[in-house]
C-alpha cells in the first residue's frame, strides 16, 4: 500500500524539528567542552617544555609524535573526558612518570609545533609542576619505617623505570626490584634529578658533561615526632622539575606523595639554566 503523501505543512513542520535536533546535538557537542573545565577535571601534568596550558592546547596538533618517542610510554593522548583537550598529550604520573630515560627529550625534539618549547636541552630545565607531600601521616619516612620488598608489586603494576646500576639505556618493570631500607627514602634515591646531582658530586656528571650538573630537587629532613623520636620526612627543593618519580615509586596507596601541576607554565621565569662556563662543545666531550 502506498504512503499517503506528507502535506506541504507536515514537511514544514518535519523540516523544523530536524533542524532544531541538529542545532540540539551541535551545540550540546559544542558545550561538552567546557564540562571538564568547570568541574575542573581538565588539568594534566604536560609533557617536558610544554608551554603555559592555554599556549600549549591552542598550538598542539595532537599529532602524537611525542607519544612515540618516549622510552617509557609515559606520554598519553587524553580522551573526550578532557573536553576541548582531546587528543593533547599528557602524563599520569602514578601510573607511569617521565624518568627522562630519553636524556635528550626526544619529546621535545620530536614536537613539530613547538607547544613542546624547543628552548630547553635538559631535564632540569623542565618545569611540569611541584612535588608534594600530600598525606604526611601515610609517608613510611614520616612513620619512622623503612621499606622491604617490592614496591607496587601487589597492584600488578606495569611501570617501568631506568636504574643506572642494571642497565644505563632501557628502563625495567619497577615491581621487579628488592628493596631494603631503614627508612623509606625511594622519592629521594630514585629521582631523576637527585640521580643526576649525586653523580655531579661524584664526579661523573652525566655524559660527562658539567653544564648537566642540576639543582638539588628533594632530600629528607629530620623533625621530631609527637612521641619525641627523630623522623624523617622529604622536603621539596627548588630543583623539583614535577616528573612525577616521586610519586610513581612511592609504596603507600593512595601516594604520600604527589605531584601539583602547573599550569601556568613559564619556562622564562625562575628557570635553571646551565653554567656557561662548565658547557663543553661536542668536540670536548669526544
Not at 115 to 134: C, E, F, R, W
Amino acid at each position: 500500500m502506498a504512503k499517503p503523501k506528507l502535506t506541504r505543512k507536515q514537511k514544514a513542520r518535519r523540516q523544523f524539528l530536524s533542524s532544531v535536533g541538529y542545532t540540539v546535538a551541535i551545540t550540546s557537542a559544542a558545550l561538552a567542552g567546557y564540562i571538564p573545565i568547570i568541574s575542573n577535571a581538565s588539568h594534566r601534568l604536560r609533557p617536558p617544555g610544554a608551554l603555559a596550558e592555554k599556549a600549549f592546547l591552542s598550538s598542539c596538533i595532537k599529532c602524537g609524535q611525542c607519544v612515540q618517542v618516549c622510552p617509557v610510554k609515559a606520554i598519553k593522548l587524553a580522551d573526550i573526558d578532557d573536553g576541548f583537550g582531546i587528543g593533547s598529550p599528557y602524563i599520569d604520573a602514578r601510573e607511569q612518570a617521565c624518568d627522562f630515560s630519553c636524556d635528550g627529550l626526544q619529546c621535545v625534539l620530536a614536537c613539530p609545533t613547538g607547544s613542546l618549547t624547543h628552548s630547553i636541552d635538559y631535564p632540569a630545565q623542565t618545569n611540569m609542576g611541584v612535588a608534594k607531600l600530600n598525606v604526611p601521616k601515610l609517608c613510611l619516612a614520616v612513620q619512622g619505617q623503612g621499606f622491604k620488598g617490592k614496591t607496587r608489586h601487589n597492584e600488578n603494576y606495569q611501570g617501568i623505570l631506568r636504574f643506572e646500576a642494571i642497565d644505563r639505556w632501557y628502563p625495567v618493570p619497577l615491581a621487579d626490584q628488592e628493596f631494603d631500607l631503614e627508612i623509606c627514602d625511594l622519592c629521594v634515591r630514585l629521582c631523576p634529578i637527585e640521580i643526576r646531582a649525586n653523580q655531579c658530586d661524584a664526579g661523573n656528571p652525566p655524559a660527562g658533561d658539567e653544564s648537566q650538573c642540576p639543582p638539588r630537587a628533594i632530600k629528607l629532613v629530620e623533625f621530631k615526632g609527637n612521641d619525641g623520636t627523630k623522623r624523617m620526612k622529604p622536603e621539596i627543593l627548588d630543583g623539583c622539575v614535577g616528573c612525577g618519580v616521586c610519586e610513581m615509586v612511592c609504596p603507600t596507596q593512595p601516594s604520600a606523595i604527589v605531584i601539583e601541576i602547573n599550569k601556568d607554565r613559564d619556562l622564562g621565569k625562575n628557570q635553571w639554566m646551565p653554567d656557561a662556563n662548565k658547557v663543553k662543545t661536542v668536540k670536548e666531550l669526544k
